[in-house]
Structures are given as C-alpha cells and as structure tokens.
C-alpha cells in the first residue's frame, strides 16, 4: 500500500483515550496505523511517543502523522525538532485543512483537552483529505527547514 495510506499514531497519558478511538476511526476511513504508544493512561512524557511519529514520518516510513496530548504543544514542539517534520497545532477542521493547504504540515497535532472527540475527528479526517496547494505556498514552505 502506498506510504500516505500509512499513518503513525502517538500520545501521552492526556491523549491516550483519544489515541484509541482515532486509530480505529482512521481504519474506518481506508488508513493504516502506526501505533507509537503511549499503551495505557499512566503519566508519561510525551517526547517519548512524538519523537518515533516524527522519525517515521520523516523518514518516509510512515506518510503523515497524528500526535495527541493535553495542549498538544509540547508533542507539536517535540516533532517540530526534526528537519523533515511540519507539525500543525489543530483545534478545528478549517486549522487543519489550511496546515495542508498551505503548510504542507505532514502532522497533525491534537489538544485533547480542549476538544471532542467529534471534533478530533473532524480534523483528521480533513487533514487525511486534504492536499497542499503548492503554488504560492511551495516558496515559502521551503524556506522553513534551517538546514
């Protein structure tokens, strides 16, 4: 199956719930899942779980990421650290089909505390659909990478 059919999954403690009824809901949708973990609702610290997403995500194993915690900014900090990583902090569908339009964000990062899980939903299934517009935006996303 192609690459971007394949989908790397990971949370922390905060987002584990949510972790669990995306991976099935992504199944429902035609994609296959990655999941990094976390595996239970004992604390943990999410750059654990962002960093294997990111990793194989960058490296082309995996075509998008989904990544999901309390704020979802520190696993949004933590997969932004890696040079091939575009991960979009998303609290509603518009946010999230823009990160791909326009972003080209090739993960998408979900604040479980401050959603429904309709909501989530929502988002991943508008970022999964959406494509990048290239264009006037292909210019400007090359020059966010520092090296």
């Known amino acids: 199956m192609e690459t971007s059919r394949n989908?790397?999954?990971?949370?922390?403690?905060?987002?584990?719930?949510?972790?669990?009824?995306?991976?099935?809901?992504i199944h429902e949708l035609g994609y296959n899942s990655k999941d990094f973990g976390t595996y239970d609702s004992n604390s943990v610290d999410y750059p654990d779980f962002a960093h294997p997403v990111a990793e194989a995500v960058e490296s082309k194993v995996q075509g998008f990421g989904i990544l999901i915690c309390g704020s979802a900014n520190?696993?949004?900090i933590t997969a932004n650290k890696h040079q091939g990583i575009r991960a979009a902090l998303c609290?509603?569908?518009?946010?999230?089909?823009?990160?791909?339009?326009?972003?080209?964000?090739?993960?998408?990062?979900?604040?479980?505390?401050?959603?429904?899980?309709?909501?989530?939903?929502?988002?991943?299934?508008?970022?999964l659909s959406t494509s990048f517009e290239g264009g006037r935006h292909e210019n400007r996303v090359n020059k966010i990478s520092c090296n």
């Open 74 to 76: 520190g696993v949004a």
């Open 7 to 25: 989908i790397a999954i990971g949370a922390d403690h905060a987002g584990y719930e949510y972790k669990e009824i995306l991976k099935n809901y």
């Open 91 to 127: 609290w509603n569908r518009e946010v999230a089909i823009l990160a791909r339009q326009h972003n080209n964000a090739n993960i998408v990062c979900i604040p479980s505390r401050f959603i429904t899980v309709e909501e989530a939903k929502d988002i991943v299934k508008a970022f």
